[in-house]
C-alpha cells in the first residue's frame, strides 16, 4: 500500500508562487508516475501535470502550462509541482497521485492507484 501526503498549500496573492510536495511511501516510487490533479469548488477533479516513471517526461493541462512544473526525486520519494504567476482560478484542492502505467491515459484520474489527501490553495485577486 502507497501513501501520499501532500504539503506546500496556502493561501498567497495573485502573481505569487507556491511549492506542492507530496512525500510517498509503502511503494517503490521509483516505478510509479506521479500525477497532480485539482478540484474547485462545484467542479470535476481536473488533470494538471504528471510525471512518467519510465524517462520523466512530463505532461500539462493547457492552462497551467508555461506556469507549473512537476519534477521528482526518487531518492527522496518526493514529487512536487512548483506553481508560479498564480491565478485566482487555480484555487482549488491540489491531489497528487500514483500509477503504475506511464501511457497517455495519465491525464485521466482512473489511470491512478493511489490518491493522497489533498493540499488547499487560495488565490486571492
Known amino acids: 500500500q502507497v501513501q501520499l501526503v501532500e504539503s506546500g498549500g496556502g493561501l498567497v496573492q495573485a502573481g505569487d508562487s507556491l511549492r506542492l510536495s507530496c512525500a510517498t511511501s509503502?511503494?517503490?516510487?521509483?516505478?510509479?508516475?506521479m500525477g497532480w490533479f485539482r478540484q474547485a469548488p462545484g467542479n470535476e477533479r481536473e488533470f494538471v501535470a504528471v510525471?512518467?516513471?519510465?524517462?520523466?517526461?512530463?505532461d500539462y493541462a493547457q492552462s497551467v502550462k508555461g506556469r507549473f512544473t512537476i519534477s521528482r526525486d526518487n531518492a527522496k520519494n518526493t514529487a512536487w509541482l512548483q506553481m508560479n504567476s498564480l491565478k485566482p482560478e487555480d484555487t482549488a484542492v491540489y491531489y497528487c497521485?500514483?500509477?503504475?502505467?506511464?501511457?497517455?491515459?495519465?491525464?485521466?484520474?482512473?489511470?491512478?492507484?493511489?490518491w493522497g489527501q489533498g493540499t488547499q490553495v487560495t488565490v486571492s485577486s
Open positions: 509503502g511503494g517503490t516510487f521509483r516505478r510509479y508516475s
Open positions: 497521485a500514483a500509477a503504475r502505467v506511464y501511457g497517455e491515459a495519465l491525464a485521466y484520474r482512473s489511470a491512478y492507484d493511489y
Open positions: 510525471i512518467r516513471w519510465i524517462d520523466n517526461s512530463t
